[in-house]
C-alpha cells in the first residue's frame, strides 16, 4: 500500500473524525474572526477565502508534520512585522483547536500531536517492509519509530547526493548510511541488514529538437523504436513533467495507445466548459461572454431573467443549474422539494449532497455560489478507461515503479526540476533555520526520483525543445548526461494523411464587361490594388467572417451622423460634447470593460475636433446634409457613393469625408500614377451638376478635426478618366495577386492566397 494509506490505517485519533475538506474552511474561516486579521490582508469573504485558506493551511500542516512550533520561527527573523504576522496565525491555530475540540473534529494539522497507534491494525502484521524513495516528515518517522517498538520496520533506500537531507535524518535516529548505496536497515534495531554500492549506470541519449510539440513525433518513434527492440508496451513510460502537454498529447493519440495515469480534469470536460460559461456571463455581462453562452447553446432568455446578486441557499443555484440543464447528475425539484437520484457523474452527485449538508443555512448570491462550485468540481479527476499500453506519467507518480523503457519530454531548464509557487508566510532563511524543506531540499528530491527512475530503466530518451532561447535542464550534467543529438521530428506520426493545399493558378476572368456594373469608390480601389481580391470578393462573393472586433471608423462615422441629425452647428463646446457622449452611450451601448474603456477614449481624443468644429461654425458654415447617397455616371460608367457631410455658408459648399486614420495615401501629391483611392474625385464629378463652388476636404477627426483640402484634384479627375476608360477596353483578365505584400496584412483573404502572417 502506499505510505499515505498506511499512515491512515496506522493511527486514529480517540473520540473524534476528521473534518471535511469543505467543512475545514469554514472552520477556519470562523477562526479568523477577530481585528488583528485584518493586518494579514488576507480577504475574508466566502468565496475568496475557499483560495485563501489554502495557504493558511499548507502553512499549518508542514509546521505540523515537522514538529516546528509557531512561536519559533520568531528567532529566525528580526523584523517585528514578520513576528506580529506569526503572532496572529498561531491565534488563528488556537482558535481553530477550540472550535473543531467543540465539534469533536480534528485535522490533519493537529495529526501528530493527537494521533494515537491503531493497535488493531499495527498488531496485525509481524513486520513491516517500507521501500522508500522519497521524503519523510518528523512526524513520519517518529510515527515509525512508535510502530518499531512493537514490530520490526525494514526500510529499504537508496542513498545519493540528492537525498543527503534524508541520510542525516536517518542519522539522529542513530542509522549511518553509507553513501551511494542500495541499503536494507532494520529501523526498529538500528542496524543494517545488507547494502551494495549502487553502480546502476543510466543509459540515455539526450534528443533536441526546435519546437516544444515537435517533441511528441519525436516521443512517438522512441516508443516504436522501443518497442521494436523487444521492450513491452506495458513496460514503457512517457513522463510529462509540464503537465500541460497532456491535452496535445490526447489529440495526437488517434490510435489510443496512451494511458494518462493521471486522468483527465473534469475542468476540460464540456459539462464544466457550460457552467463556467454562464459564470464568466454573471461576472463581466460582456459580449464575449453572451457569445460563449451562445457557442453552447444555452438557453439566454432564461439566464437573462436571472439576477446573479440575489440572495440564496445553495440549493437555489442547483434548482437554476437543473432548470438550465447545467447539472451532470439528477435533481428532481419541486416549488416544496428536492431529490436527487445518483444518475449522471457520480463524483457531481457526492459533491451535491455535501454541498448541501455544509452549506445548509448559509445564504450568498448566485454568483458566489457558483464560484465556489465551479472551483470544487473542477478538482474533480475522471480516469483514463481507453486500455492504452503505453503509461503517461508525472514524475511523482512514477515513485517506486520500474520501467525498462522511459521517454520524457520537456526536460528544460525552468521544467526539471520543477519549481513550487513562492511560499506565503516563509522564506528560505527562516525555513533553513527551522529545518523545514527548503526549495533546494525540493528540488533535490525530485532529482532523486528521476535518477532513480533512469537507473532502473534499460533504455531512456530524454527530449528538450530549443526554441524561443529555452536550454536544457543543468541537471543533466549533474546526471552526467552531455552528448545531445539534433533530431527532425517525423510529422508523419502526427500528421499521416496527404497536404489538402492544392497549388492555385491565378483564376481567368473570361467575361468582363465593366458597363454592367454599378461601381463605387472601394471597389474601383480594390479592382486598382489587386485583381485576385477582387475576383474573391465581387466575382466568386466570398465573405469575410465576422468580427466581434469593434470598428473605430464605422462607429465615429454612426456617431458624427447622429450628432447632426438634429441640429446644423453647435456654438458650445460644452453643448457639443455632452451631446457626442450621449450619442456614443447610444451607439455603443455595452458596458464591458473594453466598451466602456473605448467610450472613454473617443470622448477625451475628440476634444481636438469639437474645438475645430466650433470655430468652423463661428465661421458661418452650417450642417445641411450627412451620409447623403449618390449616383451618376462618369466616362460611361455608372457609379455611386455616399457622402459623409455636405456644409454650407452663403456662397460656397464644402465636401466633407471623415477620416480616423491617415489621409497620406488618399491625398497623395506625389507620383500620381500609384493613387488607388479615387473616392474624392468621384465625388467632384458627381457633385459639379449640384454644387459651383464647391470644396472637398478629409477631416482628420483625432487630428484635431484639421481640415485638409484635396491636392492636385484635377491631375487625379484626368487619371480617374484614364482608369475608366482603360476599364471600358478590357473583356477578360487575369486575378493576379499583387506584389505589395503590406497590404495583404490586412486583407480578409490572406488565407487563400497563402501570405501573411499565416505563412
Not at 44 to 55: C, I, N, Q, Y
Not at 250 to 277: C, Q, T, V
Not at 489 to 516: C, G, H, M, R, T
Not at 537 to 551: F, G, M, T, V
Request: hydrophobic share 35%; proline share 2%; charged share 30%.
Amino acid at each position: 500500500m502506499r505510505m499515505d494509506e498506511f499512515e491512515r490505517r496506522a493511527t486514529i485519533i480517540p473520540n473524534k473524525v476528521m473534518v471535511d475538506s469543505l467543512e475545514r474552511v469554514l472552520y477556519l474561516r470562523e477562526a479568523t474572526n477577530f481585528k488583528r486579521f485584518e493586518t494579514l490582508k488576507l480577504d475574508r469573504s466566502l468565496v475568496r477565502f475557499f483560495t485563501k485558506g489554502d495557504a493558511i493551511f499548507k502553512f499549518f500542516e508542514e509546521l505540523a508534520q515537522e514538529g516546528v512550533e509557531i512561536r519559533s520561527l520568531a528567532e529566525a527573523d528580526a523584523y517585528a512585522e514578520f513576528d506580529r504576522d506569526l503572532e496572529i496565525l498561531q491565534k488563528v491555530l488556537d482558535n481553530y483547536r477550540d472550535i473543531l475540540d467543540q465539534k469533536g473534529m480534528s485535522d490533519r494539522a493537529f495529526l501528530p500531536k493527537e494521533y494515537e497507534l491503531n493497535l488493531g491494525f499495527v498488531d496485525e502484521y509481524s513486520h513491516y517492509e517500507i521501500s522508500l524513495e522519497g521524503y519523510l516528515s518528523n512526524y513520519e518517522l517518529e510515527l515509525l519509530h512508535q510502530i518499531g517498538k512493537r514490530s520490526d520496520v525494514i526500510i529499504e533506500y537508496t542513498t545519493s547526493k540528492f537525498n543527503q537531507k534524508m541520510v542525516d535524518r536517518f542519522q539522529e535516529y542513530g542509522i549511518s548510511l553509507p553513501q551511494d548505496s542500495v541499503v536494507r536497515f532494520n529501523f526498529s534495531q538500528k542496524y543494517i541488514i545488507d547494502q551494495r554500492a549502487n553502480i546502476s549506470n543510466i543509459d540515455a541519449q539526450l534528443l533536441q529538437v526546435e519546437e516544444r510539440y515537435e517533441q511528441i513525433a519525436v516521443a512517438f518513434a522512441k516508443i516504436d523504436e522501443f518497442v521494436s527492440m523487444g521492450i513491452e508496451p506495458e513496460k514503457i513510460v512517457l513522463v510529462v513533467p509540464d503537465e500541460s502537454i497532456v491535452d496535445t498529447l490526447l489529440l495526437y493519440d488517434k490510435y489510443h495507445n496512451l494511458n494518462f495515469a493521471m486522468g483527465f480534469s473534469y475542468s476540460k470536460k464540456a459539462p464544466y466548459k457550460r457552467i463556467e460559461a454562464l459564470y464568466n456571463y454573471w461576472q463581466t455581462y460582456s459580449k464575449d461572454s453572451i457569445f460563449l453562452l451562445k457557442r453552447y447553446r444555452m438557453d439566454i432568455e432564461s439566464i437573462m431573467k436571472i439576477d446573479a446578486t440575489a440572495k440564496s441557499s445553495i440549493k437555489g443555484l442547483f434548482r437554476i443549474l437543473d432548470e438550465l440543464k447545467l447539472l451532470d447528475s439528477i435533481l428532481i425539484s419541486s416549488d416544496t422539494t428536492m431529490e436527487y437520484q445518483n444518475i449522471g457523474n457520480e463524483q457531481i452527485f457526492e459533491k451535491q449532497l455535501s454541498f448541501i449538508k455544509l452549506f445548509e443555512d448559509i445564504e450568498l448570491s448566485y454568483r458566489d455560489w457558483l464560484s465556489i462550485w465551479c472551483r470544487e468540481i473542477a478538482k474533480i479527476t475522471i480516469d483514463d478507461v481507453r486500455g492504452g499500453k503505453i503509461t503517461v506519467m508525472g514524475l511523482l507518480e512514477t515513485r517506486g515503479i520500474e520501467f525498462e523503457g522511459v521517454v520524457v519530454v520537456d526536460f528544460n531548464d525552468g521544467i526539471v526540476p520543477a519549481t513550487t509557487s513562492k511560499d506565503q508566510f516563509l522564506n528560505s532563511s527562516v525555513r533553513a533555520f527551522a529545518k523545514l524543506p527548503t526549495q533546494q531540499d525540493r528540488e533535490s528530491l525530485q532529482k532523486q526520483y528521476y535518477k532513480r527512475l533512469f537507473e532502473r530503466a534499460s533504455k531512456v530518451a530524454i527530449i528538450y525543445a530549443s526554441s524561443e532561447n529555452r536550454l536544457p535542464s543543468k541537471f543533466l550534467y549533474e546526471l552526467g548526461i552531455y552528448h545531445k543529438d539534433r533530431v527532425s521530428p517525423q510529422l508523419s506520426l502526427l500528421y499521416n494523411q496527404p497536404s489538402q493545399i492544392v497549388e492555385l493558378k491565378d483564376p481567368i476572368v473570361e467575361q468582363f464587361n465593366a458597363l454592367d456594373t454599378t461601381w463605387s469608390a472601394s471597389r474601383l480601389k480594390v479592382y486598382l490594388e489587386c485583381r485576385r481580391k477582387y475576383y474573391y470578393r465581387y466575382i466568386e462573393r466570398l465573405k469575410a467572417p465576422k468580427s466581434d472586433e469593434i470598428d473605430e471608423g464605422a462607429i465615429l462615422h454612426m456617431v458624427l451622423d447622429q450628432l447632426f441629425a438634429h441640429r446644423d452647428h453647435y456654438s458650445s463646446q460644452s453643448d457639443m460634447q455632452r451631446d457626442i457622449k450621449i450619442v456614443l452611450e447610444s451607439v455603443v451601448p455595452y458596458s464591458d470593460a473594453k466598451s466602456d474603456y473605448l467610450k472613454l477614449l473617443w470622448s477625451e481624443r475628440l476634444k481636438g475636433f469639437i474645438d475645430t468644429q466650433i470655430r468652423h461654425f463661428d465661421m458661418g458654415w452650417r450642417v445641411v446634409d450627412r451620409e447623403r447617397d449618390i449616383e451618376g455616371v462618369i466616362g460611361g460608367l455608372r457609379f455611386r457613393g455616399r457622402i459623409d457631410r455636405i456644409d454650407q455658408n452663403s456662397s460656397d459648399t464644402l465636401v466633407i469625408d471623415y477620416k480616423s486614420g491617415s489621409i497620406k495615401e488618399a491625398n497623395r501629391s506625389k507620383n500620381l500614377e500609384n493613387l488607388k483611392d479615387f473616392q474624392m474625385s468621384i465625388y467632384d464629378y458627381m457633385l459639379s451638376p449640384i454644387y459651383s463652388n464647391r470644396t472637398l476636404v478629409y477631416s482628420q477627426i483625432f487630428e484635431n478635426g484639421n481640415l485638409e483640402e484635396i491636392t492636385k484634384l484635377e491631375e487625379k479627375n484626368e487619371l480617374l478618366l484614364e482608369h475608366i476608360d482603360q476599364l471600358k477596353k478590357t473583356d477578360s483578365f487575369v486575378a493576379t495577386k499583387c506584389e505589395e505584400l503590406h497590404r495583404c496584412s490586412y486583407c480578409e483573404f490572406t488565407l487563400l492566397c497563402e501570405r501573411g502572417q499565416y505563412i
